[in-house]
């Protein structure tokens, strides 16, 4: 297969750029006054996600503000359990909730996944390609099932995951059935986002990095393995970014095992250690700190020029450690990208 002409689903294939490719995680949010405007417009974050032609909108607002490499899918994680028929709402101010919360085999017995719930996002997926500028590469995504079922055992984000934890421990077999529904459920939601169009997509553990390397190699890699290989049976051609936040001395057997086109590697994560240690020429991804973004000046310079040093010898496309913040000033993202593509 010849390389894409798109930089950053080149470097994904393993084609290292003279420039790194960027774009942000959480790029299509909060921070920018023209996505409140609509999220205020819609009433709310679900009316928003629910609303193909909004949620299309949304994802190339920062294509066309700061003309990104990459643009990722507008929706959230927290789809495929609304899919699985768990009641998802956003409380104001504070976060998603999920009900019931599944701590029992009765709550999870109910769980199957809704024929065309997730219509709407491949119909997001449909409309950003037909507006798609062509040298801009389309993320899908997922969350990791490990994630997303610590969400829907709290039922909202947990502190340290503890009750996803706890559960792993005290009946297994129910935690491994809990994450094969959530992994065949993601594997027919990006399999769909590939048919409607997407060209990569990424896996986000968000939060891996609370579990002991036994468990991470059960609940983390082994699922992330499967889900990979259904992948590659049915649409080879597609990368797979995994982004599985926290690993730190994990990472290494994650990109070792899971079959991963490329790995996220987070702001904890030292990148000249990152690049010693993991597979030579596999695509990494990262790792600016988004608070070194919010910092900008001197402080985003310097961290922006030891991350382009570290990875001068592999495929790199340049993100942040973890979504940007709400409080991030436009002008810092300006002069990273000005920065990363040796303008300033
Ligand atoms: O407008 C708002 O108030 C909603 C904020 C928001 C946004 C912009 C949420 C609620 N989700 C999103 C979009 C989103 N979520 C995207 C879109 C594409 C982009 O990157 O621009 C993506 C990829 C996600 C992924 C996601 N959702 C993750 C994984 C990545 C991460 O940040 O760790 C997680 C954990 C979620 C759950 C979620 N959704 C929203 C919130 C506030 C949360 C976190 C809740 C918590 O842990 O308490």
Redesign the pocket.
């Known amino acids: 297969m010849s390389p894409s002409p798109k930089p950053l689903l080149a470097t994904l294939q393993g084609q290292k750029q003279p420039i790194p490719p960027v774009w942000l995680?959480?790029?299509?949010?909060?921070y920018l006054p023209e996505?409140r405007a609509l999220?205020a417009e819609k009433g709310g974050?679900l009316a928003?996600v629910n609303d193909s032609e909004a949620s299309a909108e949304v994802t190339l607002q920062?294509i066309r503000r700061f003309g990104m490499d990459g643009a990722?899918?507008?929706?959230?994680?927290?789809v495929v359990p609304m899919a699985l028929g768990q009641d998802l709402w956003?409380e104001t101010g504070e976060?998603?909730r999920l009900a019931p919360v599944v701590q029992a085999r009765a709550a999870l017995e109910g769980l199957e996944a809704a024929p065309g719930a997730l219509e709407p996002v491949y119909e997001t997926v449909r409309r950003v390609v037909a507006a798609l500028p062509s040298g801009t590469t389309f993320l899908g995504?997922a969350?990791s099932p490990w994630?997303v079922a610590t969400?829907m055992i709290a039922g909202?984000?947990s502190r340290e995951q503890s009750e996803a934890r706890r559960l792993a421990y005290r009946d297994p077999v129910l935690m491994r059935d809990l994450i094969d529904r959530i992994e065949t459920c993601t594997i027919d939601y990006l399999l769909g986002q590939i048919a409607a169009g997407v060209e990569a997509v990424?896996l986000?553990d968000?939060?891996s990095g609370s579990l002991s390397p036994v468990q991470f190699e059960q609940w983390v890699i082994a699922p992330t393995a499967r889900i990979i290989a259904a992948l590659k049976a049915k649409a080879p051609q597609v990368p797979v970014i995994g982004f599985p936040?926290g690993a730190g001395g994990k990472l290494p057997a994650y990109a070792r095992e899971t079959g991963v086109d490329a790995v996220g590697v987070d702001e904890t994560v030292d990148p000249a250690w990152a690049h010693v240690s993991l597979p030579a020429g596999l695509p990494v991804q990262g790792n600016l700190d988004p608070l070194a973004l919010i910092a900008g000046g001197v402080v985003l310079d310097e961290a922006v020029d030891r991350i382009l040093a570290a990875f001068t010898d592999r495929p790199h496309v340049f993100n942040l450690g973890?979504?940007i913040q709400q409080d991030t000033p436009i002008a810092h993202v300006e002069q990273l990208l000005a920065r990363v593509r040796g303008e300033r």
């Open positions: 995680m959480r790029q299509a949010g909060r996505y999220r974050f928003l920062p990722i899918l507008f929706s959230d994680i927290l956003f976060g998603p995504f969350g994630t969400y909202q984000g990424q986000f968000s939060w936040k973890h979504g």
